[in-house]
Structures are given as C-alpha cells and as structure tokens.
C-alpha cells in the first residue's frame, strides 16, 4: 500500500526537523533551570538537600508520565491494524508537544526576568498539556496523518496555554485534576476537529475500524495504567500536604465505584448481557476524569464514590447510545469516544468542582483553606462567588474548544499533509514498514509452487497475527489439488 | 455460545449495583478523613507539609498498586481464551472489595468516635485484602461467574479481616509481608473453594485450560510487575526508616536466588530439559512470599538468600509433582497452581518468621528492636514467646483458610450465579462480546454444512486473532469446489 | 526440535545451583547491612526515621529496576519466535548478575571491617552493572544458549567493576548515568563477544530474524519503559538536591528532542517514506544514553536538547547504514543494534561530558561544584584536566570493553555450553516447552505431501497464535475435497 500522497519521505522530515530547531532555538533563548535545579542557585540559600521539590513531585510525575506514553498509547491500540500507529504516533505528539508546552505555559503563567524556569513542575504542567493533546488524538485516531496530528499539537498546545491562563491566573479558577482545562477542553476540540474532518465515506474502511482479541489486550494495558495512576494524576501539582494526600484518596474511591458502575452498566445494556470490552477499557475511567476538579477539596470519600459511581453510567450510556447518533446526526465520527470518557464526565467534574467550592467554609477547612481556595481564604472573594466563577470557567473553557478546534481544524483539513484515503484509514501499513513484506521479499525460495505457497504463509503470517493472506494461500492450494 | 444460564443481563447488574450502593451509604455513615488527608485536621497541628505521610507511603502504594491490578491480572492472562475475563474480572473483584475491605478493616483495626479514619494507610491494607482474594480467583479461575467471584470477595474480604484482626491485634503476630494473612490465607481458601466446586467433567473443556505463545507472552508482564515490586509489597507496611529499608532489601535478594533455583528445577524436572513457561512465571516469584513475615526482621542478606533459594525449588516441584495429586486425588482443581506460588511459600513464610522471630536479641537490633517487635521490645514476652505466636498464628490462619473456604464455598455453588458449563470452562465468549462474534452472526451465509465449517473457522479464529479475511477465503474455497 | 547437544536437562540447573550456593556462601561470609538499613546501627544515632535514605534513593531505585526487567526483557521481545527467550533469559542473567555485581562492586568500591555494606545505593549499582550485561546480550540475542549467557553474565560483572573503579575511584571520573561505564562498556564489550562467536552461516536462521506485528507491539513495551525512566536511571545516584533534580529533567528534555529526530530520519532514509519500527523502539532511546555522563551538570535543557536532536540521528544513521557494514566487514552480527542505541550514542555522551566538565567554573555551578566535580570543587585539578581525566576514562573503558569481550567471547566459545546450531538460531523451541508443540508431535497426520502442509501450518500458526482448531478445519476441507 504505498501512495504518493502518504508517502512521508520528505513531509515528516521536514516538520519534525523545523519543529524541533525552533524549539531548540527558543529553548536556548528563554530557558534557564529555576532554583532548584540550578547547581548555583539552590546552593545559594540554606537548606537541606531533602527540601528540594524533587522529592515530593517526581514520583507523581513518572506516574504522570506513565499515564500519558504507555496509559494513552497503548489505550488506542484496541484497532485491529492500527498499533504501531497508535502507539507510534502517541510517543511522536506527546514528544513534541511536552517540548511546546515548557515553552507556552512559561509564557503565560509567569515569566521572571525574561526567561522561562524549569523544573519537576513544569515537567508535570507540560505532561498534561500534552495529555489535552492526546484526548483529541483520541477523537481522530485511525484518520490523520502524522503530520497532521503535529500541526494539531502545535496548535492545540498554544490555544490549551491560553485557556489554562484565564482559567489559573485570570479567573483563579480550581482545577488541579484538569476536569475543564485537559479533559473537558481535549474532547470538544479533538470532537470539533474530527466535525471538521468528517468523512462522509468512512465506511469503506469500517471492516478495519474494530478490535480483535489480542489488540484489546493491549489496550487494556494502557486502560489499567490509568486507572492505577489517576490518583497520581489528580494529586500531582495540589498544594503539599494534606492536598496531595487526600486528592489521591479521593480519586482512588471515585474510580473504584466506577469500575463497577461500568461492569454493571455495560452487562445490563447488551442484549446478551455480554460485556463489551469498550465499556471496560474506557468508562471504568470516567471516574478520574470526574474528580479532577473537585478531587482536592473536600469531597470526601462518600461524595467521591457518589460521583464516580455515576460517571460510570453516564459514559456507558454515551458509548452504547449517544456515540451513534453523534456520528449519524452531528457527522462527528468520534473514533476512541473521546466524548463518552472525557467529554462528559469533564464536565460532570467542572460542574461537582463548582458545587463543592461554593460549599466550602471554614468549618469545613479549618487552616486548610487557603492551600485549596486561596482566592476565598484570607478575606477574599465569597465561597458561592468561588463556585460562580468555577462555573464561568466551564463555559469559557467549552468555548475555546469549540472554536478552538474548528479553527485548527480547517488547518488541518488542507491536502498538503498526506491523510489516508477513506480506504486506507485505519491501516498501520501507509505510514509503517509492516515487517514481513521485507521477508517476502527477500526469501530465497521462490521455484517450486510449494515454497511459493510457502513463502506465503510467512507473508500472511507475520504481517499480522493476521492470517490475512490466506485467502490468497488456500484457492491455491485447492488448484493444485485439482490438478 | 449464548446460553440463558450465563446470562449476566441482569444478575450482574443487580449484584454490582447493590453492592456499590450499601459501599456508598456505608462510606457516608462511617467513614472520614484520617489527621492527614483532612484540611482542617492537618492545618491544626504545626508541622511541615513534608511531614504528610503521603510522602513516605504513597510510592509504596503505587507499586502494591500495580502488583494488584496488571499484576496480578496480567499473570492470569496466560490462558488462551480467557485473557479478557482474567484481567477483567480480577480488575472488578479488585475494585470491590478495596472498598469493602476499607470498611471491614476499619471496622475491625479500631474505630475511633464511631467512625473509620482513611489515608494512605488504610489504601495500602485495602489492596493488600484484595490481593489475598485475587489469589484465590486463581485457584477457581475459569471455572467460576463473576457474580459467584463477587459474592466469595464479599465474604473472603470479611474472614480476611477477622483473622487480620485475630493474628495483629490479639496476638500481637508480626506479618508486615503477608506470609500467612495474605498468601496463606488466600491460597487455602482458594484451595477450599475449589474443592467444593469440583467438577468431575472438567476434561470437556481441558483444550482450552493451557496456554498458546503470545498469551504466555501477556503473562510475563504480570510475573515481572509482582516480581520487580514485591520489595515495595514486603515495606509498604512496616516501620517507617530501617525496617522499610531492610525489608525490601531482603526481598530483593529472596527473590534473585529464587530466580536462579526456579530455572535450574524448571530445565532438571523436564524430560528434554526444556524450560516450562508455568515455572517461571509462578515459581520465581515463591522468594517474594516466602520472605513476607521475616523481611522486616534481621533476616540477613544470606538468610534471604537462602529462603528463596529453597522457595524456588519447592514451588516447581509442587507444580510438577504435587498439583497432579491434588487433582486426582484431593479433587481440587487449582487452574493457576496457587498452592505451589502462595500456599507452600506462605506456610515456609510464616515457619521462617517463627524462627526467626524467636531468635530477636537486643544484641542484634538494639534500639530497633521495638519497631519490629512491639510485644518484646520494652519488657514483654520473651523472643521465644513470640515465635510459639508466630507458629500458632499459621495454625489459626489455616483453620480460618480451610472452614472460611468451605463455607463460602457451598455458598458459591448455588446454582444461582451463572457459573460456566463444563464443556464452557476456560472461554471468554461466555461472558464478553468478543468482537467477531458479531461477524459471524451479520454473515448472511447459514444453511450448508459446508457452512458450517465456515461458521467453525468464524468462531474459532477469527474471533481471537483477527483472521476477518476468512470471509474471503472459505467463500472461493467453496466456490472452486463446487466448480 | 529437541537436540542432544541443546538439552539443557544438566548443564542448567549445575551452573545455576553452582553459582547461587557460590553466592549465598560469600554473602554468608561478606555481606552486612549498611547503617541504613541495620536495626542496631540505625537507632544509635539520632535522627528522624524520614531521613534515612530509602525515601530519597528507593523511587528511583523501582524505576531503574523497571528498566532492567521490563525494558530491557521487552526491548529484545521484537524478534518473531524468540520472546520467551529475549523476556526469560533477560530475567534469568540480571537476576544473577545484580547478585554477583553487589559482591564485585562492594569488594571494589570499599569494603569496611572486611565487609560489604548493602543498602538501597548497592542495590541501585547492581541494577546498573546488570545493565550492562544486558546490553551485551542484545548483541548475541538469538545465537547464545543461557548457560553460554550466565557465563558471560559472571565475567562481565567483574570486568565492569574492575573498570567502574579505575574511572570513579582511581581516575575521578563523573559518569552518573553510565555513558562510559554502562553503554559504551556493555556495548563494546557485547559487539566483540559477537565477533568471536560469528557464525558465516546464520543465514540458515535470517527468516526468523526479524519482527512480525505483534511482536514489535511487546517490543514497544519495552521501549516506552526505557524512555519513560531514563530520567530516573541517569539521576538515581547523583547527589541529593539540585544534582537529582537537574539530571532527571536534562534527561526528560535529551529524550524529547531525540525522538523528533528520530522519527524524522526514520522516514527519511526509507526509499518509501515509512517508519521503520526498528528506529522507533531503539534511536529514540538514544537521548537518554547520551546524556548519560553530562546529564548532571549544568548541560542546561538547551545543550541537552541538543545532544538529543543528535544522537537521534546518529543512532538511525547506524542502524541503516553501519549495521550492515559491521556484518559484511567486521563480521560483527549485532542482533539487536547495540552499537547503534549504546555504543555511538554511549561515545557521544562520554564526550558531551568531557567538554562539559571541562567548561565547568565556580560561576556556573557556584557552591554545588563539589557535587558535581568533587575533584575540582576545593582547591582540586583544573576543570579543563577533568575534562581531560573524562576523555581518558572513555579510552581506557573502550580498552577494557573490547580486550575484555575478546577474552570472554573465546570462553564463551568452548563447546560445552549447548549453544544452537546455525539452523536454530532465533527459535525459543530449543530452549522453551512451546505449547502448541506438543499438539503438533501428538497429530497423527504424517505420511502425505498435503499432511507436509498441514503441519507447515501447524507449525508456523497454531505454534505462534494459537489457531490450534486448523487440526480440524483442514483435514476436513482436504476430506471433502476427495469426497
């Protein structure tokens, strides 16, 4: 399956080299370590070298950082002839959009004397941001080209940087789990995006868009590194302390009951009350996408089960009943249902994170207030005003997405970036050397029908799994029969 | 393979919906934050933030984590059409019974003002509770509903508590690693279980209960996560400072001798000296359980060593000499060999605690004393007293293991749950969507015998490996033959 | 495939049983807990449980140990028939080489009273000198029989403690993350074993040496882990505080940027545009070798993000064009490209650090110069001499790499190990119960052409992927076509 349209020779070289000279430049322009990695600066002042910020942030970020390279990629690898891609191409934008990210959110929240500071936080921000980055993947996997999913990145980094600005800095919004700033923005514009890049007929390559068995294993490799690490996630970059502490609890309750939501939900609408690996792999998730916001206050573990426990069956819902119609009405053909796992339990998260911080008070907090409203606590703003503006934070961010992604999507719809074709969506082997073709080729037994049969088995067999090529291998060898 | 019997349309639903609402309610009763996951209970008193305990368990909890979710789940997988149940099901029992456990533990592990108090700790023992029922699925997997699996996680969490409580807090036994009241516990309760759901027919379906290569390839991730994590397993309860230092240090090397004693008895035991998948994957895993109880003490390098040195070579003899015998002639099927990785090893565990425990001086752990062994330390029992409690502390947990089992055995062989036929034993079909399923049943082809086989390739193949292409394939052998 | 001369009945389990009663003798002998992890030690002084450094070193420790077992084990699963060795012989020499590498590098590095201290820093070292062993034995992936690999393992070990100490304790020498002493040494070392043991006619074996889709997909496993953690291997035993923190983060930034180049050389040097996934899962991992010895210093993200972008480049360079040269001309066959992922890469990173150490002043690095450069740091040597002393370490390491692997190739070449023969390279068969194997023996079908194609069938499929039910579909296609 070689096409001059997707043939990535020069393209990806020459996006990828570009992309990554500039950001080489402006690293070396703007960049510098902030004070605790810098050998000079940390050895400044007096402390122990056990205060330094690496011992309290690095162990959430490797988990961060976990979720985002093995939990995403191999998440999206259920498609049948789409792993290396998955995979592949998760590893290439979350690469490039880490880099992108240092560099836009230092930008924006703050920098000190013209240059931007790195450190283990801004490792864990510039994860997230990549992992916005990586939900709207999620809603065009399977029909994108490399290049292409590059160009989102960049762009969707940027617009994400901003959204995040208004929300932190501007609003002072509470997000610390993402509900709105990953989750929420991630899937309406990847929806939006995928909207834009509607293919009318997709279902020539329908047969390709499916699992089989052994790619829903693998997927559901990256469903359980989620699902273990979301606590981590959500806790990552809460105050120290009591923050950190009691946003994982919080997320590991929300998701316990969610998991058995899913199974209950996914059981109950299958006509044979089978379940569906789908349901599995994705809406047991739910629950972490829904304590991302309110995950850090005082949710409690009560509060935290009630709301994983029906993100699990709304998502479930979504999956079996809205994803259809998103499709057949809205022509968003939404590949991972980014909207049944992020897109709605985001919101689900927004809205709880709302109602919990205009329920906050001092009773509740004690001295703990200010670490997690730090706009309400001294003699700010009131806790009912704190949940206003969580709310207004919710439509701002839906807003940016929406636009956001019709705006990137229309860059992304240009014909310059090599797409598949509708037939060849879905297909590892347009931008991967798919392995045996190689063998094939190079075998050496090529004179007698036998090993030409021979031969064939190898090719059909190690391309994958995928004895695809039997149907060229067994008419034969029912001619030879008859002859 | 639809069969009203198996139909969890409603029975799982109903199970999982009641189960998670009496969690919630309960959880809204009982539970609260501990002083570290509380805002205002935490900015009470005056510490630093680094102080959190989060900073010192929570790492350890993750590793525990991942050992109970793709370790233990993955391990299982080595089935060749079971895979979806054995890390689904071990993902649903898991996710319920750490909140039941959270419960029953807090319950019996002292309530203070009426109420359970949660934090890293109380997640630490709740999948350490989960663990001792997910190697129990291991001695029914296959074999069982997951409905029938929820109701033995109910009860096992519940006994699993009361003997905790019994050997812990009433003995004062020390079992930081879980020798006895995890893998003991677990293992002979399994066993019990499956002893009184044996299945005299179980031959019928004996082609699918063993492994193909790639599902031996799935299991190896598990094996190597419990394996790389199990000195996190042994720590993540015990002292803070040397004692969690020690004890993973001796695990460490507890389980690299056992390594090498596993692949030297796997090569001896075979006929052609072949190395068996099974031994590796459970056998070199023996040193983590076996140094459970005595990880924490002064076991030495050298005595780690050694005790799982001789883990190793026991576990592969029980898998290749013993697990025969208590098929034919105990009748307990035990489909992942449980007694040979948890059952022996526990009971060689807690034997090597007991020793060692006795033989604690002042001499030897000087101030540290204390930390390991409460009841000795200032002017209590004798060393040797508390070893006499270690010996009995196994002796209580086998009784508990043995009439636990058979109890929650009986109860799970109500012919209420759904469990599997004999001939549908070892099969994900029976329970989950698998994907080409509905191929086969969309395919407009159905009234010829020849038609059969062609549904037979569908059900068969096409369904685990993706060979969609028969489609293709059967239609023009058919064709050529009829011409 | 059972041969006499492969049978690892004995020759296993002596060598096996042989070494670990060697190492639980000397460790019965030598071997202490360091004052960290010793109950008496640890209470005689006084500080706070908190400080000891198992909450500063172990996260680290658990991330490098998921490298070593997982990384490494997966890395080298890409090969289509060669899983269960790559992933079991991978855990079987680093389980012996961790032990053996505590005792060589304990004698070495400096014993106390005559013994060996262990703790989490002792464990963390044998991980790396493990390491490096496994580099070695992707260069003779396939062609090595585990006894030929324990061999090596043992004297390997030594030698690379015997250059670990010339370069840290005699010379000086900074190499945090191993550019010198892991990489290049394990490279090198491998590359010249590979050379003694050329076979001219593995040519017989060239069909199995290669990748088939799933294959590549576990392999990815591998890669992600290793890309993942790099951060933490190349900063686990740096100096507390900023030192840590500045290498995991020039290490995060290294990666980053090497796997933009990666992808984009990977399509350019393809006559087709296509990723090849060879690049993918090992020139991407080239950035974190790279910034193995600088990663400590004040490399700033810029200079690291450069060194990445380079290596990356240089990696897939060598794979596509060196590789073949170094088997045509060298008769070097470097299965798994070592050269090209440790050996090129591992240089540049020596050199990277030898001109970094050399730039190093008081006004960069402040009062954190005696972390990073104890030499220079009071009133030492020169800066521009340790950048001297770093490029005579890179000498002296490829010395003892190439003369060493010279050494221990010849031993490796008697012919008393089992090694395979030229046919059964790549092929786990020899070595491993593969399960579909015994199905194939126990066939009755043996006496026609067609029954040949039947167990062609057999052999390349059900072995593989378990299609077990052709044993039906077949005979019963080939019946009716002679009805």
Same mark, same amino acid.
Request: charged fraction near 15%; glycine fraction near 10%.
């Given at each position: 399956?070689?096409?001059?349209?997707?043939?990535?020779?020069?393209?990806?070289?020459?996006?990828?080299?570009?992309?990554?000279?500039?950001?080489?430049?402006?690293?070396?322009?703007?960049?510098?370590?902030?004070?605790?990695?810098?050998?000079?600066?940390?050895?400044?002042?007096?402390?122990?070298?056990?205060?330094?910020?690496?011992?309290?942030?690095?162990?959430?970020?490797?988990?961060?950082?976990?979720?985002?390279?093995?939990?995403?990629?191999?998440?999206?690898?259920?498609?049948?002839?789409?792993?290396?891609?998955?995979?592949?191409?998760?590893?290439?934008?979350?690469?490039?959009?880490?880099?992108?990210?240092?560099?836009?959110?230092?930008?924006?929240?703050?920098?000190?004397?013209?240059?931007?500071?790195?450190?283990?936080?801004?490792?864990?921000?510039?994860?997230?941001?990549?992992?916005?980055?990586?939900?709207?993947?999620?809603?065009?996997?399977?029909?994108?080209?490399?290049?292409?999913?590059?160009?989102?990145?960049?762009?969707?980094?940027?617009?994400?940087?901003?959204?995040?600005?208004?929300?932190?800095?501007?609003?002072? *919004?509470? =997000?610390? @789990?993402?509900?709105?700033?990953? %989750?929420?923005?991630? !899937?309406?514009?990847?929806?939006? #995006? +995928?909207?834009?890049?509607?293919?009318?007929?997709?279902?020539?390559?329908?047969?390709?868009?499916?699992?089989?068995?052994?790619?829903?294993?693998?997927?559901?490799?990256?469903?359980?590194?989620?699902?273990?690490?979301?606590?981590?996630?959500?806790?990552?970059?809460?105050?120290?302390?009591?923050?950190?502490?009691?946003?994982?609890?919080?997320?590991?309750?929300?998701?316990?009951?969610?998991?058995?939501?899913?199974?209950?939900?996914?059981?109950? *609408?299958? =006509?044979? @009350?089978?379940?569906?690996?789908? %349901?599995?792999?994705? !809406?047991?998730?739910?629950?972490? #996408? +829904?304590?991302?916001?309110?995950?850090?206050?005082?949710?409690?573990?009560?509060?935290?089960?009630?709301?994983?426990?029906?993100?699990?069956?709304?998502?479930?819902?979504?999956?079996?009943?809205?994803?259809?119609?998103?499709?057949?009405?809205?022509?968003?053909?939404?590949?991972?249902?980014?909207?049944?796992?992020?897109?709605?339990?985001?919101?689900?998260?927004?809205?709880?994170?709302?109602?919990?911080?205009?329920?906050?008070?001092?009773?509740?907090?004690? =001295?703990?207030?200010?670490?997690?409203?730090?706009?309400?606590?001294?003699?700010?703003?009131?806790?009912?005003?704190?949940?206003?503006?969580?709310?207004?934070?919710?439509?701002?961010?839906?807003?940016?997405?929406?636009?956001?992604?019709?705006?990137?999507?229309?860059?992304?719809?240009?014909?310059?970036?090599?797409?598949?074709?509708?037939?060849?969506?879905?297909?590892?082997?347009?931008?991967?050397?798919?392995?045996?073709?190689?063998?094939?080729?190079?075998?050496?037994?090529?004179?007698?029908?036998?090993?030409?049969?021979?031969?064939?088995?190898?090719?059909?067999?190690? =391309?994958?799994?995928?004895?695809?090529?039997?149907?060229?291998?067994?008419?034969?060898?029912?001619?030879?029969?008859?002859?």
């Amino acid at each position: 399956m070689t096409d001059t349209n997707t043939n990535m020779r020069l393209k990806l070289p020459i996006t990828c080299f570009i992309l990554e000279i500039i950001l080489i430049i402006l690293f070396g322009v703007l960049v510098e370590y902030d004070k605790e990695t810098d050998a000079k600066k940390w050895h400044h002042s007096n402390h122990s070298e056990y205060d330094n910020d690496f011992y309290y942030r690095y162990p959430s970020f490797q988990d961060v950082h976990v979720m985002i390279f093995i939990g995403f990629g191999f998440l999206m690898t259920f498609l049948q002839r789409y792993g290396f891609s998955s995979v592949g191409f998760n590893f290439l934008i979350a690469a490039l959009a880490l880099q992108w990210a240092t560099l836009m959110q230092g930008f924006f929240h703050g920098m000190q004397g013209g240059k931007i500071h790195v450190g283990v936080e801004s490792m864990i921000n510039a994860d997230f941001c990549t992992g916005s980055v990586l939900i709207s993947f999620g809603a065009v996997l399977g029909k994108t080209s490399p290049v292409q999913l590059l160009v989102m990145a960049v762009f969707e980094v940027t617009l994400f940087a901003v959204n995040e600005f208004i929300l932190l800095s501007l609003l002072g *919004t509470r =997000d610390a @789990g993402g509900s709105m700033t990953i %989750h929420t923005f991630g !899937a309406y514009f990847g929806l939006m #995006v +995928a909207r834009v890049l509607y293919r009318p007929e997709l279902d020539k390559s329908k047969h390709k868009n499916s699992s089989v068995y052994h790619s829903d294993m693998f997927a559901m490799i990256g469903t359980l590194y989620l699902w273990m690490f979301w606590p981590s996630f959500n806790s990552a970059i809460t105050a120290h302390g009591d923050d950190q502490h009691r946003t994982a609890l919080n997320t590991y309750y929300s998701l316990a009951a969610c998991t058995l939501s899913t199974y209950a939900m996914s059981a109950l *609408t299958a =006509d044979d @009350g089978k379940l569906d690996m789908v %349901h599995i792999q994705n !809406a047991a998730l739910a629950g972490g #996408v +829904a304590a991302g916001t309110a995950g850090e206050m005082m949710l409690t573990p009560f509060g935290s089960m009630i709301v994983g426990f029906l993100a699990g069956i709304i998502s479930v819902l979504g999956y079996k009943y809205l994803s259809p119609i998103l499709e057949s009405k809205l022509k968003i053909q939404d590949t991972c249902g980014v909207h049944n796992l992020h897109g709605m339990p985001g919101v689900m998260g927004a809205i709880v994170g709302a109602v919990t911080a205009s329920l906050a008070t001092k009773e509740i907090y004690g =001295d703990g207030l200010k670490d997690v409203f730090p706009m309400v606590a001294p003699d700010g703003r009131s806790a009912s005003s704190q949940g206003g503006i969580q709310a207004i934070s919710l439509a701002v961010t839906l807003g940016m997405a929406l636009v956001g992604g019709l705006l990137v999507g229309f860059i992304m719809k240009l014909p310059i970036y090599g797409a598949p074709s509708d037939a060849s969506c879905f297909e590892d082997s347009i931008y991967w050397e798919v392995s045996s073709k190689k063998l094939l080729e190079t075998s050496k037994l090529s004179n007698s029908p036998l090993q030409f049969m021979i031969s064939l088995v190898y090719y059909t067999e190690s =391309d994958y799994f995928g004895l695809t090529s039997f149907r060229f291998v067994l008419p034969l060898v029912l001619l030879s029969l008859c002859l």
